[in-house]
Nanobody, 123 residues
Framework: KLVESGGALVQPGGSLTLACTTT????????IGWFRQAPGKEREEVSC????????NYADSVKGRFTIARDKAKNTVFLRMNSLRPEDTAVYYC??????????????????WGQGTQVTVSS
């Protein structure tokens, strides 16, 4: 039910913005996580945002370079990725889990997943 977009080939130091949207859910009521998986590596959660948008969290590997944000009017959650490195190369997935708006925290498991979008950082 979730659809990611925005993946591409980009040079080191470049930027990309990934989008996570859906036609089946109102993302306002869902905590959203962005994950990535590189070949031969385990899946890693890189960022998450609470349903209200009041809480965000980032993996140490992306802190200061990636920003997660909601656009309620577009029913979309974005992941802005700056200063990209070759080690950011992976398939990026978004995931959603229903969450009461008063919970200002990320979740530990997700019910809905997208199919992923490829990000390749290479010169």
């Amino acid at each position: 039910k979730l659809v990611e977009s925005g993946g591409a080939l980009v040079q080191p130091g470049g930027s990309l913005t990934l989008a996570c949207t859906t036609t089946g859910l109102t993302l306002d009521y869902y905590a959203i996580g962005w994950f990535r998986q590189a070949p031969g590596k385990e899946r890693e959660e890189v960022s998450c945002i609470s349903s209200s948008g009041s809480f965000t969290n980032y993996a140490d590997s992306v802190k200061g370079r990636f920003t997660i944000a909601r656009d309620k009017a577009k029913n979309t959650v974005f992941l802005r990725m700056n200063s990209l490195r070759p080690e950011d190369t992976a398939v990026y997935y978004c995931a959603a889990e229903a969450q009461p708006l008063y919970r200002a925290m990320c979740v530990t498991s997700y019910d809905y997943w997208g199919q992923g979008t490829q990000v390749t950082v290479s010169s």
